[in-house]
C-alpha cells in the first residue's frame, strides 16, 4: 500500500495560498453572485488562526473541467476562511502526485469497492459541522451543461440534516478541461464566473430522485446565469460553448454516447448508479 501523509490543515492553507498566487500571477478575473448563500464567517479561534466550522453543508458542484475545485475553495476561504473537503475518487487518489496532496488535504477518497464506509464518512462529517463538496456529474460533462447528477449529494444532506448549496461556475473549463491542456494566452485574466443558489434544506424522507432532478436544474440555471454575464463573446463553433448556444461541444446526445462509451471501457460508473 502506498503511504499517504494524514491530514494536515496547515498543508490546507498552503494549498490555498498557492491557488491565491496562481489566480494573481494570472490576473484571473473570478466573479460570483450569491455569495450571500456562502456559510458566515465565524470566529477564528487561537493565535494560529485555525480555519472555522460552521454547522455543515453540502456544495453541490458543476464540473466542466479540472480546476473547477479550486474555484470554490478560493471563494469559500476568502468569504468564510473555511475549509472545504471534496469526495474524490480513487483514481485521482492513486495518482502519485495528486494522491498525497487530497490526502493531506483531509478530501475524502471514494474507493473502487466498499463505496458505503466513504458514504458514512461523508455523513460524519458533515454532522461535525464541516462543509463537503461533491461533483454530483461524477466527472466532467463534455457538452458544457449540466448532465445527469447521483443522488449521493441529496442523500447525504438529507440524512446529517444539512443544506445543499448548489453552485455553478462557468469559464474555469477554458483554462483546464478534458481534450484542452492549459494555455497561457487563453488563461491569462481569463473571466471565471460562479453563481451560489439558495441553499436547500431536505427532509429525512424527501424523494431523492426527484430532488436530484431539482438539483440539476437549478445548477443549470445557474449556468445559464452565468452565460448571460459572460464577458467574452465567441466566435461561431467555439469549443468552449455548448452546441446549444452555437458552440462546437458535443451536443447532449453526443455526450451520452461519449459517456456510454467511457463506461463500456470502465472509465466510468453508468449513469445514476448509487
Known sequence: MTWRPPPNDRFYRLIVRTGQFLRWALQLDLRATGVEHLPPPGPRTGPSRQPVRGKGAVFAVTHFGY????????????????????????????????????????????GYTGRADAYAAAVARLREGEYLAV???????????????????VRMAAEAGVPVIPVSIWGAHRILTRGHGFSFRRSWRAPVRVHVDAPVVLPAGVDVEAATEALRGTLQAGIDRCIAGFPLRPGPGAWWMPARLGGGAPTDAERQLLDAADAAAGRRRAPRTR
Open 135 to 153: 461533483f454530483p456529474e461524477a466527472g466532467v460533462s463534455r457538452s458544457f451543461t449540466v448532465r445527469e447528477c447521483r443522488t449521493g449529494a
Open 67 to 110: 480546476v473547477d475545485f479550486a474555484v470554490l475553495e478560493l471563494l469559500l476561504w476568502r468569504h468564510a476562511h473555511a475549509q472545504l473537503r471534496f469526495l474524490v475518487h480513487q483514481g485521482a487518489a492513486d495518482h502519485w502526485l495528486a494522491g498525497p496532496a487530497i490526502s493531506a488535504s483531509g478530501h475524502l477518497v471514494v
